[in-house]
């Protein structure tokens, strides 16, 4: 930082992005550069990162800012509450391709970035019929996202009629994609008596 002061003359700031807020806590502690009786240069990083930059879960504010929408995401991507979040800035980014990507690739492999390709199902692409990569990838997913939640509706039923649904009937239904097959399921849903007749063909 010292060579670039003096090379450039401008303000350098050390900027540190972290998800983790006790990683977070400890980048935020002054750099103290010198001896033990005497500090030569002090250095006071600037830390992007959960204690710093708060969740956006207005969709006014959002609006804003679309940039600093999808960081705050990024950053908060560990909060328990992150669905919450997902949901409150849905209705601002899924409009918007770009962003909206952004945040799918900047979510870690989990709930978050399931809930993310669910919400963002209900979304057509900019430039429909066009065949292009973006859009068969929406296509896909739009599918996915349909056929997940039959699936969830149909788990959902049994459970509030009060069928037991062993694992292997839940991991049947969910693994399944045929929009056909699913719809067979939930009209099924509302009268069986166990999950297995799900499954029973007429």
Known sequence: ??????????????????????????????????????????????????????????????????????????????????LAILDAVAPVLGPNADWAEYVEIGLDEGPG????????????????GGGSVMEEAWREVHADGEAKGEAKAILRVLGARGVEVPESVRERVMACADLEVLETWVDRSLTVTSAEELFVEE
């Open 1 to 82: 930082m010292a060579h670039i002061y003096a090379k450039y003359r401008l303000p350098p700031i050390l900027v540190v992005v972290c998800r983790d807020k006790k990683t977070a806590a400890w980048a935020e502690e002054p750099i103290r550069i010198g001896c033990s009786f005497h500090t030569s240069m002090e250095v006071f990083p600037l830390v992007l990162g959960p204690i710093g930059v708060r969740p956006i879960t207005d969709p006014e504010e959002a609006a804003k800012d679309l940039a600093l929408t999808t960081f705050s995401i990024l950053i908060n991507a560990k909060d328990p509450g992150i």
């Open 113 to 128: 970035r399931e809930h993310w390709r669910e919400l963002m199902a209900v979304y057509t692409p900019n430039f429909p």
